[in-house]
């Protein structure tokens, strides 16, 4: 197209017929060049526009040529292009050479198209008649459209996906309107022109370019006041939605955030009343529930109702064995049963740890609750298969009946709380609480809180039982005893508060404080006496292997008294150190270098495995009491002292019998080759004072034996020999 654009202007420049310049044809060409692009009407509801500059090209063809025609065509075209560009349209420089190119030759090719139909512009606009006239003007119109729309559509389509048929039909078949406006204006213009000189059309249509541009300038300013107008109104109602979506969104937030603070609060009241691992009531809400009942039972004094606390045994054994994931799993497993054993009106929580509590309504009598605590102890024994392993357990269960006679729930709770322990403590699976219980357990707790206090009231002393040789029937030592002088009681029997020491953990400082006693007494004896060195044995509680520090404090203890080492047994149980015996056998081996004794206490009631046994550093066993006290009797218990004896020198221990009170047992046991014995026969645990009489006649014991023919003691020990050899 460029090339054919630039053969017509080439065509026009070099044929252009310069006598035909004149006045009115430079005003014409200021018009068409300079203001025909300003002058355009948009028809109503299109995006057609109505120019001048089409309809001053054709005027020009009908009355300078078509030379002149190219000319004023190329360079109206130009001026066009770059006007929009100076008004900030983008349009690069191959489109302005391209549409230059494009006007040139559609005016070219209208140029032959008359000159094709041996038509004379000028002797039809001077001499035809309005048939031909009209006919002229046909053909200058659809040449004209027929070139540009070709060639717009034919750009339009390389730059898109359509065909050209698509482009030319939407876009450019409603331009014919604009060129056949221009042509028929330009027809009517130019038979104005016959009438009136060509300069002063020329000078009116400048006129009126000028007013027209003007007011569109004034139009414009009006539209942009308008349009200023409209935008402030539309930012506005802009703002005005911005503001109702803000309000709405504050709305819809709000309702979130209430719908959220509602959740949270249904959590949180959930949270407040249910265990978290097993999602059952918790205590608040089991408060809540037998506050409540306890309301119902004052409106209906027949109204009866029954709490079950539970308590799980051994259920440390679980978690220390299996881990506390087994243990959980095994609480969760537990609840559910539990659960499933109630109906809708009856209430199951879990307390803590391995606490669960029931609530049975409507109550008829205790035979019930019985028979519903059997059941519970039956589904609780039935194993649980965890983890592909089957867990068996137990439960303890304290029943307390509720009726109009409790005013607070807590109460209620307490008195099934005693009633569990005692099953505990009784080795029952379930107990009904009575009075007495809680009498007891007031007593209880009124003995511990006494003994909280009674180390700094100096009510706490030492009794000291003499420890016999059996053999010389002379003294060897003593075993402290921790003795309690209540204020007001007077002494307390050991076996009332030493469980309790145990169950709260006071036997660690108790221990530790009898034990700095009786080393420093001992140490003061063995000044006194120095000719015969006694022994003292004190007695160590299996709490004292939970210390990692006991070894430091035993140690503290023998610097503090400077007593020698071997001089101090130290007496553990059975069951002490078989709870774990891993442990404790380290921690016997790093007292043995401190060079203590060390002896087992009650020797015959444990567990003792012999497999264990030989592997703990031990000096002495100790027959317990009840062996000792039936071997007169001739029952197996006599054997069993044999056979304690036996072992203990198969392991190379000495033995010390306890609970002697008759002279045939000591025969026996000197017949056995007992080395040390203690009991009534001999003293009663005495205080300090007591004691040191003792000392002050270590011989007093001699002659508690009649006088025997040593060669028949010495007889009779052969014989034994023989018998436990065989």
């Known amino acids: 197209m460029v090339p054919l654009g630039l053969l017509s202007i080439t065509w026009a420049f070099c044929s252009f017929p310069l006598e035909s310049v004149n006045a009115g044809l430079v005003a014409l060409f200021v018009v068409t060049v300079f203001f025909s692009s300003y002058l355009r009407i948009q028809l109503p509801r299109t995006k057609i526009h109505l120019t001048v500059s089409d ?55 209208t140029t032959l198209a008359v000159n094709l139909f041996s038509i004379s512009a000028s002797e039809v606009v001077h001499n035809g008649d309005k048939t031909q006239f009209v006919l ?18 034919v750009y339009i389509a390389l730059k898109s996906e359509k065909t050209v048929w698509q482009v030319w039909n939407e876009y450019c078949l409603n331009a014919l309107v604009m060129y056949v406006a221009g042509a028929m204006i330009a027809g009517v213009s130019v038979k104005a022109l016959n009438s ?9 249509i400048g006129f009126s370019a000028v007013v027209y541009i003007t007011y569109r300038r004034y139009v414009d300013d009006v539209k942009q006041t308008a349009a200023k107008a409209e935008q402030a109104e539309r930012e506005r109602a802009e703002q005005a939605e911005n503001h109702i979506a803000e309000l709405q969104h504050h709305i819809t937030e709000q309702e979130r955030i209430s719908d959220a603070l509602r959740e949270s609060k249904e959590k949180f009241r959930h949270a407040a009343f249910h265990d978290a691992l097993t999602d059952l009531p918790n205590r608040n809400q089991f408060t809540e529930t037998l506050k409540f009942l306890l309301e119902e039972s004052k409106k209906k004094p027949d109204f009866n109702f029954a709490v079950l606390f539970l308590d799980l045994n ?27 054993s109630i109906v809708e009106s009856d209430l199951v929580a879990r307390f803590s740890g391995d606490e669960f509590a029931i609530v049975i309504k409507e109550v008829k009598d205790v035979n019930e609750m019985l028979n519903f605590a059997e059941l519970i102890k039956h589904k609780v024994s039935t194993p649980f298969v965890i983890g592909g392993r089957k867990i068996f357990t137990s439960v303890s269960i304290g029943i307390a009946m509720g009726n109009s006679s409790y005013s607070e729930a807590e109460e209620i709770l307490r008195d099934a709380d005693i009633a569990m322990y005692q099953a505990k403590e009784s080795g029952k699976d379930y107990v009904i609480f009575d009075k007495i219980m809680h009498t007891r357990a007031v007593t209880r707790m009124q003995l511990e809180t006494d003994l909280r206090t009674a180390i700094e009231r100096r009510e706490l002393c030492v009794y000291y039982q003499p420890i016999i040789d059996l053999e010389k029937m002379r003294l060897a030592g003593f075993e402290a005893l921790m003795r309690w002088n209540h204020p007001t009681r007077g002494l307390v029997p050991p076996g009332e508060f030493i469980p309790v020491c145990e169950d709260t953990g006071l036997i660690v400082p108790f221990t530790l404080w009898i034990l700095d006693e009786s080393c420093r007494q001992l140490a003061e004896w063995n000044r006194e006496y120095p000719e015969t060195p006694l022994m003292m044995s004190v007695n160590l509680s299996g709490k004292h292997f939970a210390q990692n520090d006991l070894v430091e404090q035993i140690s503290d203890v023998l610097a503090e008294t400077g007593i020698n080492p071997v001089n101090l047994k130290l007496e553990l149980t059975e069951s002490a150190v078989m709870e774990n015996a891993d442990r404790i056998i380290l921690m016997l081996r790093e007292l043995k270098k ?36 039936e071997m007169e009797t001739g029952s197996e218990n006599g054997e069993i002292v044999r056979t304690i004896i036996a072992l203990a020198k198969t392991l190379r221990m000495n033995v010390v019998a306890e609970g002697i009170e008759s002279i045939h047992q000591i025969h026996q046991l000197q017949i056995l080759n007992c080395e040390y014995g203690q009991g009534f ?15 002050s006649d270590q011989n007093r014991w001699q002659n508690i034996m009649p006088n025997q023919n040593s060669s028949s003691l010495t007889r009779e020990r052969e014989i034994t020999h023989l018998r436990l050899a065989n």
């Not at 929009?84 to 030759?105: D, H, W």
């Not at 009136?196 to 009116?204: E, K, P, Q």
């Not at 003792?608 to 000792?628: A, E, G």
């Open 196 to 204: 009136i000189n060509m300069f002063l059309f020329a000078v009116a």
């Open 55 to 109: 309809a001053l090209i054709i005027l020009t063809l009908l009355i300078y040529g078509g030379k002149t025609a190219v000319i004023m065509a190329a360079f109206e075209s130009l001026v066009t292009t770059l006007n929009f560009r100076r008004q900030g349209i983008n349009i690069k420089n191959r489109t302005i050479v391209l549409n230059v190119a494009v006007a040139a030759f559609s005016v070219y090719v």
């Open 594 to 629: 401190l060079g203590v004794q060390l002896s087992i206490d009650d020797f015959g009631t444990g567990y003792s495995s012999l497999s264990y046994l030989h592997r703990f550093p031990i000096d002495t066993l100790k027959i317990d009491r009840s062996f000792v006290s």
């Open 681 to 695: 026969l001999f003293s009663r645990p005495v205080p300090q004072r007591e004691a040191e009489k003792l000392l």
């Open 136 to 153: 002229l003007l046909t053909i200058m119109a659809l040449s004209q459209f027929i070139v540009n729309s070709i060639c717009a559509a």
């Open 314 to 340: 051994r259920f440390k054994t679980v978690n220390d064995s299996l881990g506390h994931s087994t243990g959980d799993q095994l609480i969760t497993h537990v609840a559910r049963r539990l659960a499933g």
